[in-house]
């Protein structure tokens, strides 16, 4: 089967290749000197600073600092990938192209990889007929039109339609057993199960994986369809669904809407980064066609290198409240350890309530990116308002304070300039020289390794642990350094204690998951699930839904959990539970149920301080929306005025 493309050909075809003749094809190019030269095709500019030189066969722009060979050139110019750019370059030289055969194994893999490739295609095909033609369609098309959306938008993001019944998608494409299970492999299809997690005899194994839902493909750089999102028209969870993990998508790889932006800007000078679907294509709408977003993942390393490689800034754009801020944070930290000299970073923080979708509708575009080029705030200021949150710089301890939360985060930087101007903006903040802040970064690196070396080990005496829990105790990472939300006021009662040496609690709300998967029957002191299932949180909306099944189930045990979670949510929401169950961040409630009775554990305390941690933190979020108000000059109802006076006496008393 056809492959790699030996390195020998390679070379032999860029010593016969003529670079000039090549780039004079698509760009008017004029001698000067010894080389040629002309506007740079990559960025826009009046005067020429585009060089290519016949000698070295290269191609140099002083003003955007594009550079390559003949084969870069075409892949940047006509925008190719790398075997497409080799077939031709060689069709000019006609010469044809061989392939090095590969190993038994990487042949099935590619394989495997080229028939997902053709079937995450005709599926995308599939969805875009049923928008066009399917009876339930209307509803589809009223919601994007409601949204504003275009018919040449949708047709630019090939948005399509699954729709309502279980077996669209199989009855089209499946007309055997076997093609079920490649449509189950591509994430298209899941394989039903009963309660305990077994596949059921007889009948149709599989169901369609996107039911009732506008569908959104994802596409890799070479714009080859290797996932999709599914927006939800009904009332059904989740709101918005994607493809799991599959042989083609990895979604810690991919960014929703850089194929896209790539092939409407020849240049990208900047990419915008959002949250959803919607708001790249709401963008796209208003003609900000340099929008991407993750997929259902916080923003990781592999995110930013891929959004460097296209660009030398990004911007990161989120709705201001709790969840927004958490994803701006973690973006952040993720893009540190990349930020060479001339790259930049920004982040605007949007008024809560509102995201790029809704707000690009109201302002239109041009005040949109206008709202950008305004208020879009710099790492270096994003950063140390952020770290300085709840601190006086004023005080000593504060400063103290600033500096150990700030000293190990500029630490990620890469040596360069923008470093030393960042450990000197550090400097003049605190009031510290430079060889202290090494000396805090020393100790936190030192606390660090300690922590992480407590993790490997389990550190209370219990059960063996199981071969699952060994691997992943050797998977751990420590906690973030940033600092929790009312870091001062939360006292942990794991972690700190003598009973769970070496270890930290979990965040209260994902405490709370832990905290039902082991007593289920704390499930009946929930009264009210609406405050959980209506909170922008994961971990909140997860622990709803699993209160509501345990009082729906209450005999269920932990093997039926599992069974019943793979078969409604997917494999990838049931391994969270099962390594939550296993994960020695609860140590406490993983050593209570091995029947450690050396442990001082009273799981009705846990939850019960969780519940009122989150209570807390919604009543001071809520104040802190109604002084909001009041600076901005809002009128504040009796009600309101009432509450936030309460509030304050109960804080001074």
Not at 75 to 96: N, Q
Request: aromatic share 8%; with cysteine.
């Amino acid at each position: 089967m056809p492959s790699k493309i030996p390195q020998h050909f390679i070379d032999d075809l860029l010593a016969r290749a003529d670079i000039v003749e090549l780039v004079d094809s698509r760009v008017k190019l004029r001698k000067t000197g010894k080389n040629y030269s002309a506007c740079c095709p990559f960025h826009d500019e009046k005067t020429p600073s585009f060089t290519v030189s016949p000698d070295k066969q290269f191609y140099y722009c002083f003003g955007c600092g594009a550079n390559g060979n003949a084969i870069g050139f075409l892949m940047e110019y006509d925008r190719l990938p790398f075997p497409e750019a080799v077939e031709k370059l060689a069709a000019t030289r006609g010469l044809e192209v061989p392939r090095e055969a590969l190993a038994p194994g990487q042949e099935k893999r590619q394989r495997e990889s080229q028939s997902l490739y053709q079937l995450t295609d005709k599926a995308a095909e599939f969805y875009r007929e049923q928008l066009r033609n399917h009876p339930a369609a209307g509803n589809a098309v009223a919601y994007l039109r409601n949204r504003g959306l275009s018919g040449e938008i949708a047709r630019d993001f090939d948005i399509g339609l699954a729709p309502p019944g279980w077996d669209n998608l199989l009855n089209a494409l499946a007309d055997t057993p076997e093609k079920a299970d490649q449509l189950e492999l591509a994430g298209l299809a899941i394989r039903r199960q009963d309660s305990d997690g077994n596949s059921k005899p007889g009948g149709r194994h599989h169901y369609d994986r996107f039911r009732n839902r506008i569908i959104f493909p994802i596409r890799d750089q070479r714009g080859r369809t290797i996932a999709f999102g599914g927006r939800v028209l009904g009332d059904e969870k989740p709101k918005y669904l994607n493809s799991p993990e599959t042989p083609i998508f990895h979604k810690s790889r991919e960014l929703y809407g850089l194929w896209e932006a790539r092939q409407a800007n020849r240049n990208l000078e900047r990419l915008i980064v959002v949250e959803g679907y919607m708001d790249v294509v709401a963008l796209a709408q208003f003609d900000i066609r340099y929008a991407v977003a993750t997929l259902g993942t916080a923003c990781g390393e592999e995110h930013i290198q891929l959004a460097f490689r296209h660009t030398s800034e990004l911007l990161f754009c989120f709705d201001g409240d709790r969840a927004g801020r958490a994803a701006a944070r973690r973006a952040l930290e993720s893009a540190l350890p990349h930020m060479q000299d001339g790259r930049s970073l920004r982040f605007l923080l949007l008024p809560e309530g509102e995201d790029p979708d809704t707000l690009v509708r109201q302002l239109g575009g041009e005040r949109f990116q206008q709202l950008i080029e305004e208020q879009a705030r710099p790492l270096e200021d994003f950063l140390f308002d952020l770290l300085s949150e709840d601190i006086n710089l004023q005080t000593m301890d504060g400063r103290a304070r600033l500096s150990k939360l700030a000293a190990p985060l500029l630490d990620l930087l890469p040596g360069g300039v923008y470093r030393q101007l960042m450990f000197q903006q550090l400097a003049s903040r605190t009031g510290l020289d430079k060889d202290t802040l090494q000396e805090v970064i020393h100790a936190e690196k030192a606390r660090n390794t300690q922590l992480q070396q407590a993790q490997a080990q389990p550190t209370v005496t219990g059960a063996p642990l199981s071969t699952e829990q060994d691997e992943e105790l050797q998977h751990r990472t420590p906690p973030e350094p940033w600092p929790r939300e009312d870091e001062s006021e939360y006292s942990p009662t794991l972690g700190d204690s003598p009973r769970c040496t070496g270890q930290y609690r979990l965040p209260p709300e994902r405490m709370l998951v832990a905290l039902i998967l082991h007593h289920p029957e704390l499930a009946a002191q929930i009264e009210d699930l609406q405050q959980f299932l209506g909170a922008d949180n994961p971990d909140l909306l997860l622990f709803a839904q699993l209160v509501e099944l345990f009082k729906s189930r209450p005999q269920l045990n932990f093997r039926q959990l599992i069974g019943h979670w793979r078969a409604h949510h997917g494999a990838e929401s049931s391994d969270i539970l099962a390594k939550l169950a296993i994960s020695p961040l609860v140590s406490g409630v993983r050593h209570l149920a091995q029947g450690d009775s050396n442990l001082e554990y009273d799981p009705q305390a846990e939850f019960n301080d969780c519940l009122r941690h989150l209570e807390k933190s919604d009543t001071k979020q809520r104040n802190r929306d109604l002084l909001a108000q009041l600076k901005a000059g809002a009128q504040l109802s009796q009600e309101e005025q009432l509450a936030l006076l309460a509030n304050w006496r109960r804080k001074d008393n």
